[in-house]
Protein backbone atom coordinates (compact mmCIF):
# COMPACT_ATOMS: atom_id res chain seq x y z
CA UNK A 1 0.00 0.00 0.00
CA UNK A 2 1.12 3.71 -1.10
CA UNK A 3 1.11 5.82 2.11
CA UNK A 4 0.84 8.46 0.21
CA UNK A 5 -2.91 6.91 -0.47
CA UNK A 6 -3.62 7.20 3.31
CA UNK A 7 -2.37 10.28 3.77
CA UNK A 8 -4.29 11.74 0.76
CA UNK A 9 -7.53 10.07 2.52
CA UNK A 10 -6.61 11.63 6.25
CA UNK A 11 -6.18 14.98 4.68
CA UNK A 12 -9.92 14.62 2.55
CA UNK A 13 -11.41 13.75 6.24
CA UNK A 14 -9.70 16.10 7.72
CA UNK A 15 -8.03 13.34 10.35
CA UNK A 16 -3.92 14.03 11.31
CA UNK A 17 -2.00 11.31 9.98
CA UNK A 18 -0.40 10.77 13.58
CA UNK A 19 -3.83 10.33 15.44
CA UNK A 20 -4.59 7.31 13.10
CA UNK A 21 -3.79 4.46 15.65
CA UNK A 22 -4.40 1.75 12.48
CA UNK A 23 -6.22 1.24 9.14
CA UNK A 24 -8.04 -1.01 6.78
CA UNK A 25 -8.57 -0.71 2.73
CA UNK A 26 -11.36 -2.45 1.19
CA UNK A 27 -10.44 -1.88 -2.84
CA UNK A 28 -11.72 1.75 -3.24
CA UNK A 29 -12.45 3.36 0.23
CA UNK A 30 -10.48 3.34 3.83
CA UNK A 31 -11.30 2.35 7.26
CA UNK A 32 -9.82 3.80 9.80
CA UNK A 33 -9.27 3.67 13.39
CA UNK A 34 -8.46 7.25 15.10
CA UNK A 35 -6.94 7.95 18.75
CA UNK A 36 -9.25 9.17 21.50
CA UNK A 37 -8.49 13.01 21.68
CA UNK A 38 -10.91 13.79 24.06
CA UNK A 39 -10.89 15.07 28.28
CA UNK A 40 -10.38 12.42 30.35
CA UNK A 41 -10.97 11.74 33.36
CA UNK A 42 -7.68 12.61 34.67
CA UNK A 43 -7.54 15.70 33.35
CA UNK A 44 -11.02 16.71 34.62
CA UNK A 45 -9.98 15.87 38.33
CA UNK A 46 -6.63 17.43 37.68
CA UNK A 47 -8.48 20.68 36.89
CA UNK A 48 -11.02 20.15 39.44
CA UNK A 49 -8.80 19.63 42.08
CA UNK A 50 -6.86 22.85 41.04
CA UNK A 51 -9.58 24.84 41.67
CA UNK A 52 -10.94 23.13 44.92
CA UNK A 53 -7.00 24.51 46.24
CA UNK A 54 -6.78 27.11 44.44
CA UNK A 55 -10.34 28.83 45.67
CA UNK A 56 -11.88 26.77 48.41
CA UNK A 57 -9.63 28.13 51.54
CA UNK A 58 -10.70 32.04 50.81
CA UNK A 59 -14.09 31.95 52.47
CA UNK A 60 -14.03 33.86 55.76
CA UNK A 61 -16.51 33.82 58.20
CA UNK A 62 -19.17 36.12 57.10
CA UNK A 63 -20.45 38.15 60.72
CA UNK A 64 -24.58 38.38 60.78
CA UNK A 65 -26.68 40.84 62.95
CA UNK A 66 -29.80 38.71 65.05
CA UNK A 67 -32.93 39.98 63.81
CA UNK A 68 -36.07 40.53 66.27
CA UNK A 69 -37.83 39.03 63.61
CA UNK A 70 -35.77 35.98 61.90
CA UNK A 71 -37.16 33.46 59.19
CA UNK A 72 -35.93 30.73 57.31
CA UNK A 73 -36.37 30.99 53.19
CA UNK A 74 -36.28 27.32 51.50
CA UNK A 75 -34.92 27.58 48.34
CA UNK A 76 -35.99 24.34 46.31
CA UNK A 77 -34.86 24.30 42.55
CA UNK A 78 -36.68 20.80 41.77
CA UNK A 79 -35.22 18.31 38.62
CA UNK A 80 -33.33 20.47 36.59
CA UNK A 81 -32.16 18.06 34.54
CA UNK A 82 -28.58 19.83 33.04
CA UNK A 83 -28.19 17.35 29.99
CA UNK A 84 -31.82 17.72 29.16
CA UNK A 85 -33.17 17.93 25.38
CA UNK A 86 -36.09 19.25 24.27
CA UNK A 87 -36.75 20.64 20.67
CA UNK A 88 -39.47 22.95 19.89
CA UNK A 89 -40.10 21.08 16.52
CA UNK A 90 -41.33 18.29 18.28
CA UNK A 91 -42.40 19.56 21.65
CA UNK A 92 -43.58 22.96 21.49
CA UNK A 93 -40.44 24.08 23.77
CA UNK A 94 -36.39 24.50 23.65
CA UNK A 95 -34.45 23.56 26.49
CA UNK A 96 -31.04 22.31 27.02
CA UNK A 97 -27.62 23.16 29.30
CA UNK A 98 -27.96 26.38 28.76
CA UNK A 99 -31.61 27.10 28.99
CA UNK A 100 -31.13 25.11 32.44
CA UNK A 101 -28.20 27.04 33.86
CA UNK A 102 -30.31 30.35 33.22
CA UNK A 103 -33.32 29.42 34.25
CA UNK A 104 -31.96 28.26 37.82
CA UNK A 105 -30.20 32.01 37.95
CA UNK A 106 -33.56 33.75 37.25
CA UNK A 107 -35.24 31.55 39.97
CA UNK A 108 -33.44 32.12 42.75
CA UNK A 109 -33.02 35.45 42.12
CA UNK A 110 -36.33 35.99 41.75
CA UNK A 111 -37.74 33.87 45.18
CA UNK A 112 -34.69 36.22 46.92
CA UNK A 113 -36.22 39.46 45.64
CA UNK A 114 -40.02 38.26 46.92
CA UNK A 115 -38.44 37.10 50.04
CA UNK A 116 -37.04 40.45 50.57
CA UNK A 117 -39.94 41.84 52.53
CA UNK A 118 -38.78 39.15 55.21
CA UNK A 119 -35.55 39.42 57.87
CA UNK A 120 -34.13 35.73 56.50
CA UNK A 121 -31.88 34.53 58.91
CA UNK A 122 -31.33 31.12 57.42
CA UNK A 123 -31.57 29.99 53.71
CA UNK A 124 -31.92 25.81 53.37
CA UNK A 125 -31.12 24.97 49.70
CA UNK A 126 -32.03 21.81 48.57
CA UNK A 127 -29.60 20.07 45.72
CA UNK A 128 -29.92 16.71 44.17
CA UNK A 129 -33.19 15.82 43.03
CA UNK A 130 -32.38 15.21 39.42
CA UNK A 131 -29.66 18.20 38.58
CA UNK A 132 -27.96 15.68 36.32
CA UNK A 133 -29.99 14.37 33.10
CA UNK A 134 -28.35 11.01 32.65
CA UNK A 135 -25.99 8.79 34.79
CA UNK A 136 -24.03 6.74 32.50
CA UNK A 137 -21.97 7.74 29.31
CA UNK A 138 -24.26 5.59 27.13
CA UNK A 139 -26.75 8.84 27.49
CA UNK A 140 -29.25 6.74 30.18
CA UNK A 141 -30.64 7.36 33.86
CA UNK A 142 -28.97 5.27 36.46
CA UNK A 143 -31.61 2.13 35.54
CA UNK A 144 -30.90 2.07 32.10
CA UNK A 145 -33.44 4.46 30.54
CA UNK A 146 -32.00 6.12 27.37
CA UNK A 147 -32.61 9.87 27.28
CA UNK A 148 -32.31 12.77 24.80
CA UNK A 149 -29.55 14.65 25.46
CA UNK A 150 -27.59 17.88 24.67
CA UNK A 151 -23.94 17.88 25.65
CA UNK A 152 -21.37 15.42 27.10
CA UNK A 153 -21.52 13.83 30.86
CA UNK A 154 -18.40 15.20 31.62
CA UNK A 155 -19.67 18.87 30.69
CA UNK A 156 -22.88 18.41 32.35
CA UNK A 157 -21.51 17.31 35.17
CA UNK A 158 -18.84 20.92 35.41
CA UNK A 159 -21.70 23.62 34.50
CA UNK A 160 -24.03 22.15 37.17
CA UNK A 161 -20.81 22.33 39.99
CA UNK A 162 -20.17 25.68 38.13
CA UNK A 163 -23.81 26.69 38.73
CA UNK A 164 -24.10 25.01 42.31
CA UNK A 165 -21.12 26.91 43.51
CA UNK A 166 -22.73 30.15 41.90
CA UNK A 167 -25.95 29.47 43.27
CA UNK A 168 -24.32 29.61 47.19
CA UNK A 169 -21.51 31.95 46.79
CA UNK A 170 -24.71 34.51 46.16
CA UNK A 171 -26.83 32.80 48.67
CA UNK A 172 -24.35 33.46 51.26
CA UNK A 173 -24.24 37.06 50.50
CA UNK A 174 -27.92 36.89 52.37
CA UNK A 175 -27.73 34.82 55.27
CA UNK A 176 -26.05 31.07 56.19
CA UNK A 177 -26.67 28.04 54.62
CA UNK A 178 -27.95 24.71 54.99
CA UNK A 179 -27.23 22.78 51.60
CA UNK A 180 -29.31 19.21 51.83
CA UNK A 181 -28.92 16.54 49.04
CA UNK A 182 -31.60 14.26 47.96
CA UNK A 183 -30.75 11.67 45.88
CA UNK A 184 -32.54 10.86 42.60
CA UNK A 185 -33.47 8.37 39.62
CA UNK A 186 -31.69 10.17 36.73
CA UNK A 187 -28.50 10.62 38.74
CA UNK A 188 -28.46 8.49 41.60
CA UNK A 189 -24.52 8.36 41.48
CA UNK A 190 -23.16 10.90 39.66
CA UNK A 191 -25.62 13.36 41.81
CA UNK A 192 -24.14 12.08 45.04
CA UNK A 193 -20.52 12.45 43.63
CA UNK A 194 -21.67 16.72 42.48
CA UNK A 195 -23.11 17.15 46.06
CA UNK A 196 -19.17 15.58 47.65
CA UNK A 197 -17.47 17.94 45.29
CA UNK A 198 -19.70 21.11 46.44
CA UNK A 199 -19.09 20.52 50.09
CA UNK A 200 -15.48 19.71 49.24
CA UNK A 201 -15.59 23.44 47.31
CA UNK A 202 -16.97 24.63 50.47
CA UNK A 203 -15.15 23.09 53.06
CA UNK A 204 -13.27 26.23 54.61
CA UNK A 205 -16.41 28.11 54.43
CA UNK A 206 -17.76 28.97 58.73
CA UNK A 207 -20.98 29.79 56.81
CA UNK A 208 -22.63 26.60 54.97
CA UNK A 209 -23.86 23.22 56.83
CA UNK A 210 -24.41 20.30 54.22
CA UNK A 211 -26.03 16.78 54.98
CA UNK A 212 -24.81 15.28 52.10
CA UNK A 213 -25.42 11.65 53.26
CA UNK A 214 -26.95 9.23 50.66
CA UNK A 215 -30.15 8.97 52.95
CA UNK A 216 -33.31 8.99 50.70
CA UNK A 217 -35.23 11.13 53.21
CA UNK A 218 -33.47 14.35 55.13
CA UNK A 219 -35.22 15.97 58.22
CA UNK A 220 -33.68 19.88 59.74
CA UNK A 221 -35.61 21.57 62.40
CA UNK A 222 -35.90 25.46 62.16
CA UNK A 223 -37.44 26.35 66.05
CA UNK A 224 -41.19 25.24 65.61
CA UNK A 225 -40.59 24.07 62.13
CA UNK A 226 -39.79 20.16 61.59
CA UNK A 227 -38.89 20.34 57.39
CA UNK A 228 -38.04 17.03 55.25
CA UNK A 229 -37.02 17.03 51.71
CA UNK A 230 -36.72 13.88 49.64
CA UNK A 231 -36.84 13.27 45.94
CA UNK A 232 -40.44 11.33 45.56
CA UNK A 233 -39.51 8.36 43.68
CA UNK A 234 -39.51 6.23 46.53
CA UNK A 235 -41.96 6.26 49.66
CA UNK A 236 -45.64 7.12 49.18
CA UNK A 237 -46.82 10.16 50.00
CA UNK A 238 -48.91 8.82 52.70
CA UNK A 239 -45.83 6.80 54.27
CA UNK A 240 -43.77 10.38 54.58
CA UNK A 241 -45.71 11.58 57.65
CA UNK A 242 -45.27 8.26 59.64
CA UNK A 243 -41.21 8.19 58.16
CA UNK A 244 -40.77 11.48 59.66
CA UNK A 245 -41.87 10.58 63.30
CA UNK A 246 -39.98 7.22 63.44
CA UNK A 247 -36.82 9.02 61.53
CA UNK A 248 -36.25 11.90 63.49
CA UNK A 249 -38.64 11.62 66.45
CA UNK A 250 -36.52 14.01 68.85
CA UNK A 251 -37.75 16.80 66.22
CA UNK A 252 -40.99 15.72 66.02
CA UNK A 253 -41.92 15.65 69.58
CA UNK A 254 -39.78 19.40 69.99
CA UNK A 255 -42.30 20.87 66.78
CA UNK A 256 -45.47 21.99 65.68
CA UNK A 257 -45.49 22.56 62.05
CA UNK A 258 -44.20 19.71 60.12
CA UNK A 259 -43.55 19.58 56.28
CA UNK A 260 -41.86 17.06 53.72
CA UNK A 261 -40.81 18.94 50.67
CA UNK A 262 -40.86 16.48 46.93
CA UNK A 263 -40.25 16.26 43.93
CA UNK A 264 -39.76 14.04 40.86
CA UNK A 265 -43.59 14.77 39.18
CA UNK A 266 -42.92 17.98 38.22
CA UNK A 267 -46.24 19.38 39.03
CA UNK A 268 -47.54 20.50 42.26
CA UNK A 269 -49.57 18.33 44.57
CA UNK A 270 -50.21 19.89 48.22
CA UNK A 271 -52.10 17.34 50.76
CA UNK A 272 -52.38 18.24 54.55
CA UNK A 273 -52.09 14.81 56.61
CA UNK A 274 -52.52 14.19 60.27
CA UNK A 275 -49.87 16.49 61.27
CA UNK A 276 -47.79 16.77 58.19
CA UNK A 277 -48.05 18.63 54.40
CA UNK A 278 -46.52 17.07 52.00
CA UNK A 279 -45.86 19.03 48.87
CA UNK A 280 -44.22 18.26 45.91
CA UNK A 281 -42.46 20.92 43.52
CA UNK A 282 -42.72 22.17 40.31
CA UNK A 283 -39.92 21.65 37.80
CA UNK A 284 -38.16 24.52 35.77
CA UNK A 285 -37.09 21.99 33.07
CA UNK A 286 -38.72 22.04 29.62
CA UNK A 287 -40.49 18.62 27.84
CA UNK A 288 -38.38 16.14 25.91
CA UNK A 289 -39.65 14.03 23.48
CA UNK A 290 -41.54 11.26 25.80
CA UNK A 291 -43.73 13.11 28.33
CA UNK A 292 -44.87 15.36 25.08
CA UNK A 293 -45.78 11.76 23.82
CA UNK A 294 -47.61 10.54 26.65
CA UNK A 295 -49.10 14.01 27.64
CA UNK A 296 -46.74 14.99 30.82
CA UNK A 297 -46.87 18.77 29.67
CA UNK A 298 -48.27 22.59 29.88
CA UNK A 299 -47.58 22.12 33.97
CA UNK A 300 -46.11 26.05 34.70
CA UNK A 301 -42.92 25.53 34.79
CA UNK A 302 -40.87 27.30 37.99
CA UNK A 303 -38.51 27.73 40.81
CA UNK A 304 -40.16 27.70 44.22
CA UNK A 305 -39.11 28.63 47.64
CA UNK A 306 -41.02 28.63 51.33
CA UNK A 307 -40.80 31.08 54.18
CA UNK A 308 -41.06 29.48 57.73
CA UNK A 309 -41.68 31.41 60.20
CA UNK A 310 -39.72 30.35 64.04
CA UNK A 311 -43.20 29.83 65.51
CA UNK A 312 -45.69 29.96 63.00
CA UNK A 313 -44.53 27.67 60.51
CA UNK A 314 -44.76 28.40 56.61
CA UNK A 315 -46.34 31.58 55.85
CA UNK A 316 -45.45 32.14 52.66
CA UNK A 317 -45.19 30.23 49.23
CA UNK A 318 -42.86 31.87 46.27
CA UNK A 319 -42.88 31.19 42.97
CA UNK A 320 -40.86 32.34 40.04
CA UNK A 321 -42.40 31.40 36.87
CA UNK A 322 -41.30 31.03 33.31
Request: proline share 4%; hydrophobic share 35%; aromatic share 10%.
Amino acid sequence: MDHRALKEECEAVGVPLNNVNHYWYKGKSFSLHVKNDGVSYQEIREDLLKELKAYSPKYKKIERKKSSDPHCLVIDPADIHIGKLCDSFESGEDYNSQIAVSRVIEGVQGILDKASGFNIDKIVFIGGNDILHIDTPKRATTAGTPQDTDGMWYSNFLIAKKLYVEVIEHLLGVADVHFVYNPSNHDYTNGFFLADVIQSWFRASPNIKFDCSIAHRKYLQYHNNLIGTTHGDGAKSQDLPLLMAQESPGSWSETKHRYVYTHHVHHKVSKDYIGVTVESLRSPSGTDSWHHRNGYQHAPKAVEGFIHHPEHGQVARLTHLF
